[in-house]
């Protein structure tokens, strides 16, 4: 009988090294808080550091704000991110921008003396510093090759090729991969990527104990020989864990592989973790309610100055407006500030936007930039035709052609456009058949898990990609 080795219990999964991430980040910013009181009672000339001092002087607001930290490190919480040092340092600095702007906004918009000034200053600079640190170790410490998880593909097809091109593009690398097995006689010992076809399903048991493989991914998309079930029943019994390829492919890259899916899929599985919670429907309205509203004011503030700039440059009208589909395929008007010169399709013929855009104006180039020419949106939020979050509006021509030639596009009907959602965040514009694909694969992914705190966490990425600029 195959003795197989177990996983190894420091072997971690993606969910483990996030678990971890999250928990350190915590106690480092705990810590920070602890340093924080202690600095800020050194210089308080009314009581020193003392328990009296941390129950009579913090409002309670303030021992939140590990939690609020932790928030805006939302998209360092991507184990690739995570893993990456410019990243880390991007995202550390973004977020300690982000919460020095919106305590500025609140200092100097509250009472006089009614906000500590160097107790959340000196909080925000000890996070940052603690939690760079911390990452910093982290990445020198979670991510060596002993601690990554031994993968055995299941599958040389299309499937497997996917997944293989998916893996070598990804730094640093989610898992150690050993290789492949396929029963189909022509690919054994093929070279697919970097890595080779080692076997068939008579050898699986011998490779895994061999290899020391810890996971298994199925990577079959048609029918799976007896033997080869056999083996992964076999495998599983004696503790390897088996992935299927979808699941895999969404944990890598947040993303729905909608190319290698059936098309009962839609059914069976998509609309099935499609349902939300009653509680989800009213947090979901609430939030884009508050954001309509704040948004709305946000543009009345910025009005002027835009009009003023696009009147300038190109005259009237200020604003563009266009059909575009809604949940359920509902026809709806959308507005925007006008970023390209009048008559831009004045053949008629609807086109996709395009990087450098001939027919954006300058004043326009710096609004979809900066995002601005977005605001009017905040109209249709109020009105109910859009979400703050959720899969950019797209016009009905768009539609007719797109679903021809991408499965599952119309998919993405299924709930209201958003103002910035998850392709948004991921992928930027897109301006081919291709790239649309890759959006749609993202806006399935954020259907299938849409919750409250991904909504909360898009919209704080996005106000990230708005302060850095990242418009097109």
Known sequence: MNTISRPKRWQMRTSERVAILIIGDFLVA???????????????????????????????????????????????????????HR???????????????????????????????????????????????????????FTAPHLLRRVLIIGAGNAGQTLIDVIADLWPPPFFTVGLVDDDPKKLGAEIGKYSVLGNSHQLLDLINEKQVTDLILAISGEIKGSMFQAILSAQEMGINLSPMPQVYEELLSRVPIFLLESEWIVRSFVEKTHTSTFYHLSKSLLDFTGGLVGSLIMTIFFPFISLAI?????????????????GGQPFKI??????????????????????????????????????????????VLRGEMSMVGPRAERPEMVVNFQKEIPFYRARLLVKPGITGWAQINYGYAGTVKETAIKLEYDLYYIEHRSLLMDISIILRTIGTVLGFKGQ
């Open 335 to 380: 507005f925007k500030f006008r970023t390209m010169e009048r008559d831009a399709e004045r053949d008629g013929f609807a086109r996709m936007a395009e990087e450098n855009d001939q027919r954006v104006t300058k004043v326009g180039r710096f609004l979809r930039k900066t995002h601005l020419d977005e605001l009017p949106q905040f109209i249709n």
């Open 311 to 327: 009147l300038l440059e190109s005259g009237f009208p200020i604003f563009f407006s266009q059909e575009r589909l809604g949940r």
């Open 87 to 141: 990243e880390t340092f991007k995202g550390i600095g973004l977020a300690t921008l982000i919460f020095t702007l919106i305590y500025l906004l609140l200092y100097f918009t509250s009472a006089p003396n009614s906000l500590p000034r160097r107790g959340v200053s000196v909080f925000i600079f000890l996070a940052a510093v603690f939690t760079l640190v911390w990452r910093l170790i982290y990445i020198r410490m």
């Open 30 to 84: 705990a810590l920070a808080l602890f340093f924080a009181l202690y600095i800020w009672a050194a210089g308080d000339a009314w009581m020193k550091f003392s328990l009296e001092f941390i129950i009579d002087r913090p409002p309670l607001w303030y021992f939140l704000l590990p939690f609020m930290w932790i928030i805006l490190l939302v998209e360092l919480y991507d184990i690739h991110r995570a893993s990456n």
